[in-house]
């Protein structure tokens, strides 16, 4: 048997905070209790993106395999939180990191096929939960044009110096 979240433990995620509790109560029978200890995964890297993940209790680590395979660290998400919302939104998608509890975590796990297919239908609660995603999504890539800049800034500033000291005959490599 199935084991559902309450509406009661969604009504504290900050992504649900605009459903009714009509809405909530649609989204809680929906949604999967799960539980998981420590260092077990939520999901992994390069997965399908088949569930929206929605942490209400605990605590779990981004993390992302760079170029070289090591694991690297993105954030740390502490309940109320929700994870999986790239993947989510496109069929066929793919995880773009991995989740791994810190601790042990108390999950509800909402399929992605039952979401796209009540979005696709006009459901309000789902058409809210999408807005929702939305707008994390702009304000993530928000934060990482922001950082962007930074980048190519300091980069630039480098090649700058670089520039200088050829211009000025100095060796670059002193």
Known sequence: MIERPT??????VPLLSGLTPAELAEVAGLAELKTLETQLPLFREGDAGDALVFVLSGSAQVVKKDPAGKHQVLSVVSAPAVLGEMA???AGGKRSASAIAV???TLAVIAGPALRSRMSSGNVAALK??????????????EVNARLV????????EAGVAEAQQALGQDTAS
């Open 7 to 12: 509406a009661e433990a969604l009504r504290h």
């Open 88 to 90: 989510v939104l496109e």
């Open 103 to 105: 601790g042990a975590v």
């Open 129 to 142: 939960i999408a807005h929702g995603l939305a707008r994390i999504l702009a304000r993530r890539l928000g």
């Open 150 to 157: 930074q980048v190519l800034q300091s980069g630039k500033a």
